[in-house]
């Protein structure tokens, strides 16, 4: 046990990085990281003991999450097929140290289309400025292109904009709100227009 992948790894050697508007410098890509201790790959269900879960630790409150609960939810996510959550190991020390999901929405419009989404992206905080952030969020943007999404879309802080616009993302005219109505904050139902937070993608409306 250790090795069941969550989706097809060879996905990841097809993506062509030549076709981001990321600045890599040196270039890089996910199927040669620029060190022969990282590796880009789907995430595996072993990875709960490889931190997978301190590392999302990193960008919000996970709550306890047992391994039972990891296993459970990671072969519901293999079984629906349309989750691509992605890692960074760093293999010396068999550990996650990056991470960011690509969640395919199936839609009637567009004759049926794929819509990505974007979802928690997060670099352990000891390997942050070294492009990782970039790799891991241009692995999985190239992979919805590659899976024939229509277009794909992030919700994040003000100050990650710059980030993400340097990927290719967009804020959108008139279309770039996020709004939340949260269900876990007590029996009131608070519905936010968070001014904080942004949408922003990569291609046309809707
Ligand atoms: C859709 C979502 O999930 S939004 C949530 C994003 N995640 C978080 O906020 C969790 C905490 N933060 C992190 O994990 C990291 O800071 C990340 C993932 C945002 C960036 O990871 P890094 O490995 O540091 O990014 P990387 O080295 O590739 O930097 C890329 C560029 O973005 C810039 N950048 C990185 N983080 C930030 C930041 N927090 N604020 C502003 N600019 C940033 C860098 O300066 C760099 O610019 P450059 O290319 O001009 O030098």
């Not at 508007?21 to 201790?37: D, L, Q, Y």
């Not at 709550?63 to 990671?74: D, E, H, I, P, Y």
């Amino acid at each position: 046990m250790g090795e069941e992948t969550l989706y097809d790894p060879s996905l990841l050697l097809e993506l062509d990085f030549h076709k981001s508007p990321a600045k890599f410098e040196p270039f890089i890509s996910a199927a040669h990281p620029g060190e022969p201790w990282m590796k880009v790959r789907p995430l595996q269900d072993g990875d709960y003991e490889k931190g997978f879960i301190q590392l999302l630790g990193q960008l919000t409150a996970t709550g306890t999450v047992t391994k039972t609960q990891f296993l459970t939810r990671f072969s519901q996510m293999k079984a629906l097929g349309d989750y691509y959550v992605t890692v960074i190991e760093d293999t010396r020390s068999k550990t996650i140290i990056g991470a960011a999901s690509l969640v395919i929405e199936r839609k009637f419009i567009r004759g049926c289309g794929l819509r990505g989404r974007l979802e928690d992206v997060v670099v352990n905080n000891t390997y942050r400025g070294k492009q990782l952030g970039k790799l891991i969020v241009v692995t999985v943007t190239l992979l919805a292109n590659h899976l024939g999404c229509y277009k794909m879309s992030l919700d994040c802080k003000d100050k990650l904009i710059p980030f993400y616009t340097s990927l290719g993302y967009l804020l959108e005219p008139g279309n770039s709100n996020s709004m939340t109505i949260r269900y876990d904050g007590g029996s009131k139902l608070v519905s936010n227009l968070t001014a904080a937070t942004n949408t922003l993608s990569l291609e046309g409306p809707s």
